[in-house]
């Protein structure tokens, strides 16, 4: 079963279609909790909004997280203060305990089965490193702990603890705020022409769009076919394996991550860049198998991520010469809490108030970094492909994914079945004939 267990225990009511032209203040373009946390704060504050989703809301990433809500984004607040100072780490902190917080304030009304967690980062072979980010993050103010033995089936060098992080049903939190929102599914916006959003079935007029698309389905604008890139992540749950208190994950790009939820331990991993090989499934099985002899999988599922240049995410304009369009991207695998962080910030933004996040987290920063070039030199190498097989958004060649059966772009992610049909952006229609990879 590729379903996740949060989509096999919820379902959420459908929305109609959108319908001819209307006009709203704020439109939010993306029905993922990024998306539906900006019109629920914009509606709170008492701003007109609309939300669209092409397909169904939360049923994409979001329905396929593993749903931590921390500000524990691996080990960044030792890199990010000697990249970026002390000040903007400090900010950055500061923003993603703010979207807990939040979280915490609302899921107090919501049964969502939310759970306080101490959230773990650990390393199975550099100590030295797991020091520094706990000496970067007690220099900022809060109380991360070094942790040198852990509750998992092998030994760790070190860990970095953060108290009172939590973990929750993402689809349960989203039916408790739903309710009374302006929301239309099945609505695609092939594009925004001045103040008016282009759908499938008429026209939007807006003053203000907020982007939260998962990757930004405009070129034209904020270059972000060249800053991002997406990655898979896989994730099994197990019966009858170890239940664990606490939420862990390896600092090492092939690690693993770990939490429960109930009687299930969800263990993720097998991670690679979309349209690349990598373990996948294959990994965790072969763990959960010499580690949890006795476990059975109960569901299996697959998540994508938008990777930024720089680690951070973009929120903020869409870019220095769209004053009317903003965008929250970039979350990395961070999406839960920093879905909040954007919301909050972007509801400052949209209502014209100052925010002293909007710095660290501005899509307009420099960038030139490393992982610029790399993307570059990926999509010059798939552009140069010899292929039939090409994605509609920039022309790259496809990839067949032999694990999921999907057409994969290893440019900017863009997938789609093997009939043609559009899983994930930033393509904005499905392909043609694509087949199957396998003959």
Not at 50 to 78: C, M, P
Request: with cysteine.
């Amino acid at each position: 079963m590729r379903k996740s267990l949060w989509t096999d225990t919820v379902t959420l009511p459908e929305r109609e279609a959108l319908q001819g032209d209307v006009k709203t203040e704020v439109l939010v373009i993306g029905g993922g909790i990024c998306g539906i946390l900006c019109a629920y704060l914009l509606k709170k504050a008492g701003v007109d909004c609309l939300l669209v989703e092409g397909d169904r809301i939360a049923g994409g990433i979001t329905a396929n997280t593993t749903a931590k809500v921390t500000s524990q984004h691996g080990l960044i607040y030792d890199r990010m203060t000697h990249a970026l100072g002390q000040e903007q780490a400090r900010v950055y902190l500061e923003a993603n305990e703010k979207a807990l917080e939040k979280f915490r304030e609302l899921c107090a009304q919501i049964d969502c089965d939310w759970e306080e967690q101490t959230a773990f980062v650990y390393s199975r072979s550099d100590r030295e490193k797991i020091e520094r980010e706990v000496q970067a993050v007690n220099a900022l103010g809060f109380p991360a702990e070094f942790v040198s033995r852990l509750p998992l089936p092998f030994s760790v060098e070190g860990a970095v603890a953060f108290p009172r992080q939590a973990q929750f049903h993402p689809l349960k939190f989203l039916e408790g705020i739903i309710r009374d929102l302006p929301i239309y599914e099945h609505t695609f916006v092939k594009n925004i022409e001045g103040h008016t959003a282009v759908t499938s079935h008429g026209k939007i007029q807006a003053d203000q769009f907020i982007v939260a698309t998962h990757f930004p389905f405009i070129n034209r604008h904020g270059s972000y076919f060249m800053k991002l890139y997406q990655q898979r992540s896989y994730v099994l749950a197990l019966e009858q394996a170890a239940r664990l208190g606490g939420m862990y994950i390896d600092e090492a790009q092939g690690g693993l991550s770990f939490r429960s939820y109930g009687d299930l331990l969800l263990l993720g991993g097998g991670g690679h860049r979309t349209g690349k090989k990598g373990g996948g499934w294959a990994v965790l099985e072969e763990f959960a198998s010499e580690t949890y002899p006795r476990s059975i999988v109960k569901y299996r599922w697959a998540a994508q991520d938008c990777m930024s240049l720089d680690g951070l995410p973009y929120i903020g304009r869409y870019s220095a010469g769209t004053k009317n369009m903003f965008v929250a991207t970039g979350f990395q695998k961070w999406g839960m809490t920093t879905s909040m962080a954007a919301a909050l910030l972007l509801c400052d933004l949209v209502q014209g108030r100052d925010n002293a996040w909007a710095k660290v987290f501005s899509p307009s920063r420099s960038m030139i970094k490393p992982q610029l070039f790399l993307n570059a030199l990926e999509a010059t190498a798939n552009l140069l492909t010899p292929s039939l097989k090409r994605c509609p958004h920039m022309g790259c060649a496809l990839k067949w994914n032999v694990r999921e059966r999907t057409w994969d772009c290893p440019c900017h992610g863009s997938r789609f079945e093997r009939d043609g049909a559009l899983i994930d952006n930033p393509a904005k229609r499905g392909c043609k004939c694509l087949g199957n990879g396998d003959k």
